[in-house]
């Protein structure tokens, strides 16, 4: 038996698609983890129509990668492992052609009624984000 206090906190972020500037503050000191749903990958590629191969299986690859989500645009572990952030991908070839550049990430998270970004973020995030308003 466990001598230690019980549990305090909570996990996750309540949905919530951004960080806090703490939160942000220290994941920019240590990668945040990474936890997705395995139950989210489906039996085809997204991005080429077939089942996985043996060599090249099936995984979930993020739209926003998972370490410029956090760093650069301050959204949530849970955002980024979540289902409107994962497609289903070969590991080879296809993974990378799910990954969204830097423009194109602003623009998918624009698509999803975001109006403003957290002002911690840095300053060329924020200069490029207002070209797209």
């Not at 220290?26 to 043996?54: H, I, N, W």
């Not at 830097?102 to 623009?107: H, I, N, P, Q, S």
């Amino acid at each position: 038996m466990s001598d230690w206090p019980p549990k305090f906190w909570t996990e996750g972020f309540n949905g919530r698609m951004f960080l806090s500037e703490g939160e942000w503050f220290v994941f920019q000191r240590r990668q945040a983890v990474r936890y997705t749903d395995q139950s989210l990958k489906a039996q085809q590629c997204d991005v080429c129509g077939q089942p996985g191969a043996e060599g090249n299986p099936l995984q979930l690859a993020h739209l926003i990668s998972f370490y410029h989500g956090v760093h650069f645009l301050g959204l949530t572990p849970e955002y980024l492992d979540g289902p409107e952030n994962l497609k289903t991908a070969h590991r080879q070839n296809c993974n990378k052609k799910v990954e969204l550049g830097f423009t194109e990430a602003l623009l998918y998270i624009r698509a999803r009624n975001v109006r403003t970004l957290p002002p911690f973020l840095p300053k060329a995030v924020l200069e490029e984000w207002s070209k797209l308003l």
